[in-house]
């Protein structure tokens, strides 16, 4: 990509997780020096890398990411040392958040909040153009605020009731299941577009569930907002394909419970960048890095 | 206060609120003119204020003070013109939560959550040295974080069931005064350490509404904590007074409820500068503003 976010190439390799991942640098190195010849890999500026998972304070290894069976992840010394380009790493959710500010939804704006509503539910804080990161790598895993209620829903994280587990779209397969169980009902497929289709044909049960998703998201996005206090809030993710037909709601939700002071001085935007956020992001990041 | 933060010179006035508190910034200007003797006063580099209420985010106005009558006060102009000095405004809990990181009970932290439980729940958050004072100048209003409950508590902001009906001492008076009068019990009187002091002599009904108060606190916080991720929690404001006996089982809630990451890595401190870490923490913003 160039200075002004042009992407001039763009390609992908298959990610090989034999032997705990520990590959996967290598390839990436190898891949770079096969694709970007090499005269014009000299006049590269700098790497930028969203992980799927944590990275340390220092900014130098991907604490964890379990997808890729890595633990403690020296990345930023390999590739540089592999390639000699300075390479910067940033959370995956982070560099999404990094994206939609510089070339999507939060154009202009240097403080939000991204959410992804995915499988699971993840997050980026960007607080004066900078991502917050926090002191454990953990700042912006609002999947995970508690939720308090009646019900004993298992996180992946092992924790209960996160967010994760009411917000994502498992949480809200697992609401409708329970609502349509309860009523004895049964739909022969059950997806989150069919559960947004019923209930935009007035699908009482499919209404009341998303109802019920869109306070537990809409009330947690409020307290994280009297917390923070951002101009903007972007959701992403799968989910957020449903458009005005989940935001809408959201934001009403979102008025209802935030401080007095932000009321009517925020926007709640679906993101324009699909997964190449974090490709915008990390390049992001990467220009924007402090020498 | 000197810039090691020795207090020279310590004093108050009495609080005019008549005609909207429209004569108090005069006169807070006239007690500064006559009790430090001219030659000091030219030699004063700064000063700095903790209002009640929250800062514009330019640092210019308050934009409402409810307890002084106050709305879109210009109080830095004011000031400055009265005294010639330059003039840092903050908001009192974000005062508070510098000072504490300056000296009290986060010395050597730059990352920290400052919360006030007392009449109301306030908060801070300082993050890489810094307070958080939000787009809309409610940054840290944790007060105000949506709690889901059956209940349906009335907040002063104009809100229903935001922390603060729970986990203030209001809030704790309200929840045993209910949890009474379901047992058709009643004390000749009740107050915080009442409460406190029953739960510690084995009294069922107070431990019972004491753990529920700690849970929702605690769920509360450790939400914010997947939020912001900071090092440390220091706990400020009159219940704070109930010292371990509150802080031991609020660290264990947040445990059981923050992300693996910051489990067992971060601590819940008292804080130990009382009404005076707004006086410490407003010299070290004046001493730290931007030039």
Chains 1, 2 share one sequence.
Request: aromatic share 4%; charged share 20%.
């Amino acid at each position: 990509m160039d200075q002004q976010g042009i992407i001039e190439k763009k390609w992908s390799i298959p990610t090989n997780i034999s032997e705990k991942g520990k590959y996967i640098p290598g390839e990436i190195a190898s891949s770079v020096r096969t694709t970007i010849e090499p005269q014009k890999l000299q006049s590269v500026a700098g790497i930028g890398i969203g992980v799927p998972g944590p990275i340390s304070p220092d900014g130098k290894t991907v604490v964890q990411a379990v997808n890729l069976d890595w633990t403690q992840m020296p990345l930023k010394e390999i590739l540089e040392n592999e390639l000699g380009i300075e390479v910067t790493l940033l959370n995956d959710a982070n560099a999404a958040a990094l994206g939609e500010m510089w070339k999507g939804a939060a154009q202009g704006k240097a403080d939000l909040l991204f959410v992804t509503l995915g499988t699971g539910v993840g997050g980026g804080i960007v607080l004066n153009g900078e991502v917050l990161n926090g002191c454990h790598s953990s700042g912006g895993e609002i999947g995970h605020i508690p939720v308090r209620s009646e019900e004993n829903r298992l996180c992946g994280c092992g924790g209960r009731n996160c967010l994760e587990t009411f917000a994502s779209a498992n949480g809200l397969m697992l609401s409708m299941k329970k609502a349509l169980l309860l009523k004895e009902e049964s739909w022969p497929e059950l997806t989150p577009p069919i559960i947004f289709e019923k209930a935009a044909e007035n699908h009482q049960l499919a209404k009341e569930v998303l109802a019920e998703f869109t306070d537990i998201l809409g009330q947690a996005l409020a307290g994280i907002m009297n917390t923070i206090d951002v101009e903007e809030v972007v959701i992403g993710g799968g989910l957020s394909e449903a458009g005005d037909q989940l935001l809408k709601p959201l934001q009403e939700k979102m008025e209802q419970y935030v401080f007095p002071q932000i009321k009517e001085h925020f926007t709640v935007e679906k993101a324009l960048l699909g997964n190449e956020a974090g490709i915008y992001g990390a390049v992001y990041a990467s220009l924007n890095e402090p020498k």
